[in-house]
């Protein structure tokens, strides 16, 4: 049985609680909305990783 390619997330979303609170607190900081809870969303990661 063949598999299709695995795809991989360029961006994935940060593992660790302390790296979510941060990008978090950078995304309230420049104007972004986002909840305090959840998955970041994937704009406001590449928008934090432009910045950084």
Known sequence: MD?????????????????RVGVRAWAKENGHSVNDRGRVPAEIREAYAKAH
């Open 3 to 19: 598999l299709p390619p695995r795809v991989v997330d360029p961006d994935p979303p940060p593992r660790h609680a302390a790296q």
